[in-house]
């Protein structure tokens, strides 16, 4: 019991050494400064490096586009035909049967309801 105390009372402030009052936050904002700081210089001279490198292969973009074309083409014609249109259909059809879908659900919810509470009162 005496050996919790002394430690205890050791671990308080005494009068010679007082604790810092600023809080462990500030200790905190140099170190990321720095470390922010020095990862933005990276980064910037890392896509500098980038595009320097990237530069000459912009060259070929022109010539493999127009190669590529008639393939991206036709993807396009598939999938204008496998996909688009359908989904255009769909999303037209549901939304003119949209008002429909609502007065059946409500018609079906309130029939339910209405069986239901009939019943209740013919066990009665």
């Not at 462990?24 to 910037?44: D, E, M, N, V």
């Not at 014609?77 to 409500?106: E, H, K, Q, R």
């Amino acid at each position: 019991m005496a050996s919790t105390i002394t430690t205890t009372a050791s671990l308080l402030p005494s009068a010679t050494g007082q604790l810092s009052t600023q809080p462990p936050i500030t200790q905190i904002i140099p170190i990321l400064r720095a470390t922010f700081s020095l990862l933005r210089t990276f980064l910037s001279q890392a896509s500098r490096i980038v595009i320097a490198l990237a530069s000459p292969l912009l060259i070929f973009v022109p010539l493999i586009s127009r190669l590529l074309a008639p393939v991206i083409l036709v993807l396009h014609i598939i999938l204008d035909a496998t996909v688009y249109t359908p989904y255009t259909i769909i999303s037209n059809v549901a939304a003119a049967l949209y008002p429909l879908y609502m007065f059946c659900g409500v018609a079906c919810i309130f029939g339910a309801v209405l069986g239901i509470f009939g019943r209740s009162l013919v066990t009665l």
